[in-house]
């Protein structure tokens, strides 16, 4: 079983940064890909940011170049980097993990999922 938990959202200016982490126990998360959604109100989980057991990753296009997810296995934690914030970045941001070595974009692909933290990007 896998326990995770986020952590670093909060209210941020359009422009600004935040970054958020996705703290594990119970399994080391090397062995599993873990992904970062996102759900705004009325709008279903969308996928945002994921990295595999090997540490590739893969990002959603329209975050690019904005969002790097990397992870720190001393400390089981993945963390999402998130820069230039714009208000339509606003969401519920979750992190979730699967024990398969592929990365999957679609929700279904992950089997334990953390509480969610609100980003706000509001002036």
């Known amino acids: 079983q ?3 938990v ?3 959202g ?3 200016q359009p422009g ?3 970054r958020l982490s996705c703290a594990a ?3 080391p998360l090397s062995s599993y ?5 996102r759900q705004a109100p009325g709008k279903e989980r ?3 940011a994921a990295i595999n057991w090997r540490g590739i990753t893969s990002t959603k ?3 690019k170049g904005r969002f790097t997810i990397s992870r720190d296995v001393a400390k089981n934690t993945v963390y999402l980097q998130m820069n230039s914030l714009k208000p339509e970045d606003t969401a519920v941001y979750y992190c979730a993990a699967s024990p398969r070595t592929y990365i999957s974009t679609n929700s279904d692909g992950y089997d334990f999922w953390g509480q969610g933290t609100q980003v706000t990007v509001s002036s």
């Open 16 to 18: 600004g940064s935040l």
């Open 46 to 48: 969308d996928f945002v």
């Open 61 to 63: 296009d329209d975050v």
């Open 25 to 27: 126990s119970g399994t």
């Open 33 to 37: 890909a873990v992904g970062w959604f």
């Open 6 to 8: 986020e952590s670093g």
């Open 10 to 12: 909060g209210l941020v």
């Open 2 to 4: 896998v326990q995770l």
